[in-house]
């Protein structure tokens, strides 16, 4: 500018381009946001859901395949819990039938013993009274021995 422009007025021009350069950054702006919502943000959402679809696609695929298996675990232990509740009451009522069988042959046992025990008992006290028995049966058994054997000498 020439040195005869008044101060103010160059102060004014300054201040106006000021403004206008104000003006067309806030445009610029505005335009690159309108043209961002225009034709970037469709653009890239396209490409974010291009990007992410097949990843979703086998989350669901192994999110499905995750809930059969553990639908088929929990059938399967539900079915080896019952299997095994059987096995524990049989096994329980097994081992209370041999029990049983165990304390009635026990008993058994114990009176065939006892009912031994008796007879050697019986057979002892017939020892004792037939013993003196026997000996005087025995000793006439010796005399009518010696007295035929007598009897045949003589003749």
Do not use: G
């Amino acid at each position: 500018m020439s040195a005869n422009t008044p101060l103010p007025v160059i102060t004014a021009i300054h201040a106006v381009a000021y403004i206008l350069k104000k003006h067309t950054a806030c445009e610029i702006a505005e335009a690159a946001a309108n043209h961002f919502s225009t034709t970037l943000a469709p653009q890239l959402i396209d490409h974010v859901i291009t990007a992410i679809t097949p990843q979703l696609t086998n989350l669901r695929s192994t999110s499905e395949l995750l809930s059969a298996t553990v639908h088929q675990a929990e059938e399967m232990l539900n079915t080896t819990i019952s299997e095994a509740t059987n096995i524990h009451r049989s096994l329980k009522n097994e081992h209370t039938e041999q029990e049983e069988n165990t304390r009635i042959a026990a008993d058994h046992i114990e009176e065939t013993a006892n009912e031994l025990h008796a007879s050697v008992e019986e057979c002892q006290k017939l020892l004792k009274t037939l013993s003196p028995s026997l000996d005087v049966t025995q000793e006439r058994i010796n005399q009518l021995s010696s007295q035929l054997l007598t009897c045949y000498a003589l003749k």
